[in-house]
């Protein structure tokens, strides 16, 4: 998925890290999920992942990508569906063969819908809209109707929302949609399995909650993996159609304003993206976590200045066990440079901080 501060580019340098500091253990915290690429190498490497995001399409990626730890047998579609030596290709191909249907995502997000029209939102095509449409309420019905596990359900969900960006007409997020049809979005909406993590044996929990509840919540363990914001955009609103995805409008459909259709009653705003308290927010969790190491994420442009980084984890980590990693890698752009707007460079640098705290 398309995603500000995905670190799938950077796990080599990350695996270098853990390699290089020494980092040891078994059980791992990641309070800022996102996309889960680094939960999930996390798992790879043997660690019992405790996840979480404020964000609903956050935990579906968590709950498939790091908590699902068997491969789905869909048991209670055997009378639904044909299911074949592989169970999950079976369910995924069932889904890409449904009819479009005039649902939700139709009627808001692409201009043929009522809504959608009005504003002349143009994030989906009308026929890739009406796929996701009969896609999302197909899972929720068997969800409902207690033919998928919790394993399975969100397995399901997450191949949706990221088929779903795959076709965003969009440059990578939904504070604003493209003008005219891109490349991505003409091509139809086709969900693929996703590359799930088994066999390992290892109990991973998702949750979504604040990153300072979930640290709080925990008892000691042996790494907190830190990735927070590095920028004052609100997920909430930079990502609100996946948002709207993974939780669906069965029960109580959101209401919507803007030109972009943002959810009226959809505050999931976070001290992380707001200078005056993103360094507080910071210096809490770090005090309230009891880990034994501290591996934050972070890069040279973020609003959490190094000075506080430093400072706060050489006041909680163990005498002269203060480490700075850092790489260069090509900037994320989510658009071009423009009269409003010009980046500083293509190349950002990603630093890694550690500290050692028992």
Known sequence: MRYIG?????????????????????????PFAGTASVA????????????????????????????????????????????????????????????????????HFCPDGQAGSEHERRYFTPENAGRIDAVRAQIHDWYLDGYLTDDEHFVLLAALIEAADRVA????????????????ALKPLRLRPPRLVTGTGLE?????????KLVAALGPFDLLYLDPPYNTRQYAGYYHIPEI????????????????????NGDKRSNWSRRRHCEQAFEDLVNTAQPR????SYNSEGIISEECIERVLRERGVPGSYRRLEQSYKRYRSDRDSKTRRYKSDQVTEILYYVRVA
């Open 204 to 212: 991973c929990r998702a949750h979504q909650l604040d990153a300072a």
């Open 40 to 107: 999930r190498f996390l798992k790879t490497r043997g660690f019992s992942v405790a996840t979480s995001d404020i964000m609903a399409f956050s935990y579906a990626l968590q709950w498939a990508y790091v908590v699902v730890d068997r491969p789905p047998r869909f048991h209670g579609l055997h009378d639904h569906i044909a299911l074949d030596s592989d169970p999950l290709a079976a369910a995924i191909h069932h889904l890409n063969c449904l009819e479009p249907r005039s649902d939700f995502i139709f009627e």
């Open 6 to 30: 995905n670190k799938r580019k950077l796990i080599p340098f990350i695996r270098q890290g853990l390699e290089e500091l020494g980092i040891s253990g078994t059980t791992a915290c990641d």
């Open 293 to 296: 190491h501290i591996l934050m």
């Open 169 to 184: 007409n969009t440059t990578g997020v939904y504070a604003a949609y493209v003008k005219s049809w891109q490349p991505n």
């Open 245 to 264: 995805i993974a939780e669906g409008w069965f029960e109580e459909p959101p209401r919507l304003r803007g030109k972009t259709g943002l959810p009226e």
